[in-house]
């Protein structure tokens, strides 16, 4: 199984900049790639940035230059620092593996709780 703990959201305006932090226990290991995803009222969930075992990131072009993901191989963590936030940044952001962990014995992807961003002026 896997626990993912989302934090570090908030309230910006735009412009601004915000640190996300995603701890992770359970069968997640230092070479998993690891990903931030984000999901609006209104939009699917979508991938935001990847970072493979051998630290390799990848972005959605829409966040290209603005955002940069990271990872804690001891620490089991990622983050995801976001910069020049603009208000269409606003979602809740999760994190997971790439693809996301499915979990065989429920037979459904597992998602944590996410953390909510808002860019608002």
């Known amino acids: 199984q896997v626990h993912l703990v989302e934090s570090g959201g908030g309230f910006v305006q735009p412009g601004g900049s915000l640190r996300l932090s995603c701890a992770a226990s359970g069968d997640i290991f230092p070479a998993n790639t690891m990903a931030w995803y984000r999901q609006t009222p209104k939009k699917e969930r979508e991938l935001v940035a990847s970072i493979s075992g051998g630290f390799l990131a990848e972005y959605a072009d829409s966040v290209k230059g603005r955002f940069a993901i990271s990872r804690d191989k001891d620490k089991n963590e990622v983050y995801l620092r976001m910069d020049d936030l603009k208000p269409e940044d606003t979602a809740v952001y999760f994190c997971?593996?790439?693809?996301?962990?499915?979990?065989?014995?429920?037979?459904?992807?597992?998602w944590g709780r996410g953390t909510q961003v808002t860019v608002s002026s």
């Open positions: 997971n593996t790439n693809p996301p962990y499915y979990n065989h014995f429920q037979a459904q992807t597992y």
